[in-house]
């Protein structure tokens, strides 16, 4: 049973260029979360979305960012025009039920340059 | 919004010696989860409390949920080097609040 699946691991971006990042949820999870972690900073709550449907983007910045969850394939979070500031890692985590606890990829270590 | 502050920031221990974190939340929580990253990884879940008061053990870790849900703690005793990484607390603000909200964790060396 693969865990939450989440490529590439590492990603280097120059500025301006467009970052997609990809997660696969764990089987039978239909809740994926992101977040964003800088060094020595806890994560950040970006958006939550379910099959096809974003429930929370509250955390997420109004332009550049997007986020999708299609009904196949992995979910997606797009960064347009990439800064240095985007700089981070960023993670996904899956659940089955929205109260559940959260299983956690293993990142994309995002660098801009 | 929700915030969720933890303390110590880092805490350092001789190898044998105890551990505690805690973290406090600015709103009632309707549980809260603690989760383990180990540098360089990825946060893993270590467990979730959901009702006033509970404590639950896993081994040498004791975790508790405040009378009033907005506080919870995480001890460890007799720490090891396999305890090193850093604990994080989040919680859950409820059924219209959807995002679990992360306190900055407490990073853990043990010192062998």
């Known amino acids: 049973n693969a865990g939450v699946m989440q490529n590439p691991r590492h990603l280097v971006r120059r500025r301006g260029q467009e970052a997609r990042l990809r997660c696969s949820p764990m089987k039978g999870h239909s809740h994926v979360y992101w977040y964003r972690q800088l060094p020595e900073e806890g994560l950040k709550f970006m958006v939550y979305l379910q099959k096809e449907n974003i429930i929370d983007e509250s955390g997420m910045p109004k332009e550049r960012f997007s986020a999708e969850f299609p009904k196949e394939g992995p979910s997606i979070l797009r960064i347009q025009q990439v800064v240095r500031g985007d700089s981070a890692a960023y993670f996904c985590a899956s659940s089955p039920e929205h109260n559940y606890g959260y299983t956690f990829g293993s990142g994309t270590r995002l660098t801009v340059v | 919004g929700q915030q969720v502050m933890q303390i110590p920031q880092y805490q350092h221990v001789q190898e044998g010696e105890d551990f505690t974190t805690y973290c406090n939340s600015s709103?009632?929580?309707?549980?809260i989860q603690w989760y383990k990253q180990r540098p360089g990884g990825h946060p893993v879940f270590l467990i979730q409390?959901?009702?006033?008061?509970e404590v639950k053990k896993q081994k040498r870790l004791t975790f508790q949920f405040g009378e009033a849900k907005k506080n919870s703690s995480l001890h460890i005793t007799a720490t090891q080097t396999t305890d090193v990484g850093t604990y994080f607390c989040?919680?859950?603000?409820?059924?219209?609040?959807?995002?679990?909200?992360f306190g900055k964790g407490t990073l853990l060396t043990v010192n062998p």
């Open positions: 409390l959901v009702k006033s008061g």
């Open positions: 709103t009632t929580l309707s549980n």
């Open positions: 989040a919680g859950d603000g409820g059924s219209s609040n959807y995002k679990l909200t």
